[in-house]
């Protein structure tokens, strides 16, 4: 072989090889989620459920002396629940199993305050089965939140406490099927002369991952996922889904507020925010609250603070006593859902030509940020922080929410983002700005007639990597 045929081998290897580098995805970036940590993101909306009997006493906490025969749902249809939820767009349930007043809602053999106790069904009804039941046949994912206070159980206020609820948790999670989230708050305690206990964390996360291995975690702290530092479903304008961990706890040892609701720009541990909410001002159903459910604009506005800064929405909508989700409820709830398809029924981005001043490569390339398709994503080369991509409409359109979207199973990496369109006489000006983006970003921004939108990357921790793009043209909030 001559000298020459070496020479242009030699420069088809590194044509190949440069190449081949081109086409590799960008390596991760800081913390990143669990394939359930990804799959629970995108549920986006998820139904809470709080019912007991708080419902029938009209107390929000439960002193844990009421008798079992309160609870008396005389038409109980989880079965309703789950396809109110379903029509609603919710992809889970989280029910209160247990509640800080001790009453379960399934026979567990740890405790006498149950449903075994009571008449409702003579003793042998199972909230628990029921409602798994139910979402197994409509397809809809079943969680439990079982709190750790317990205001009926005698043993609370003692180490034996911990192993009492270990078992309690082995029966709500061995028994039901998939759990794909436990809900823990870090509720502890009844006042500066009350009973005290000193929770197991470490022993209670480690008897959940046994037993539910794919369940992910809640709690202030997670691990699998935060509480969002309010009850008013509303995660920060600038929302991280890192958080460090290390020398907080649950309850009064809980990061700040600010903190659990920003997050850390470089925490070590991948731990999204879950904004809780509820569609009525109290967590149980009031007769006197049937005219005080949130309104669609209320709901719309919800979703835009919470799913829409890289959170999740938890809407709480419970069951009255008659053990069925009030029709009020039922009818806002198909009335937001409505009023969502509307609004995200149409990408107004479809059919533009998506051009970004870097591309790693074809496979990265931006015309991927408008495919539909989340796992395919535009990604510039390392090093590049500051990259833009524009999106030409084939005619001028009129839209006033941007939504963004990285691609989080490489982590999170933009810390600042701005958008511009251009004006028939060529100019860029600026129209909304925005921090992190994370798994999903809704900006809002004035109404807008473009035909040409540049969304532009002032700051990011690592080659951003954006997997959608989108423009909608909201209607219907203010």
Known sequence: MNRYSLIILGCMAAAILATSCANDAPAPYGPLPTPSQVAWQQMETNMFVHFGPNTFSGKEWGDGTEPEDMFAPD???CRQWVRTAKLAGFKGIIITAKHHDGFCLWP???SVHTVAQSSWRDGKGDVLKELSDACREYGVKFGVYISPWDRHDPHYGTPEYNNVYIRTLQSALTSYGEVFEQWFDGACGEGPNGKRQVYDWPAFNAA??????????FSDIGPGCRWVGNERGSAGETCWSALDTEGFGSGKDAPSQDTLNTGN????????????????????????????????????????????????????????????????????????????DGIFAVNLADGAEAVADNERGRRFRASNLIDGEYDTFWACDDGCLTPSFTLTLPEPRTFNLVVLQEYIPLGQRVSSFAVEARNAGGEWSTIGEGTTIGY??????????????????????ACPVLAEAGLYMDNISE
């Open 75 to 77: 038409s109980l249809d």
């Open 440 to 461: 999903k970003r809704i900006l809002r921004v004035p109404d807008i007639t473009a035909s040409e939108v540049r969304v532009r990357i002032t700051s990011a921790y």
């Open 265 to 340: 720009v470089h925490g070590r541990h991948w731990i999204p925010a879950e904004s809780d909410v509820s569609i009525r001002p109290g967590w149980f159903w009031r007769e006197s609250e049937n005219d005080k459910v949130k309104s669609v604009e209320d709901l719309i506005g919800i979703y835009y603070t919470s799913v829409g800064r890289n959170s999740l929405m938890l809407l709480n909508v419970p069951p009255d006593t008659s053990g069925r989700i009030h029709r009020t409820d039922s009818i806002r709830l198909m009335e937001f859902r409505t009023a969502l």
């Open 208 to 217: 959940v991952a046994e037993m539910q291995p794919g369940a992910v975690i």
């Open 108 to 110: 567990n053999p740890e």
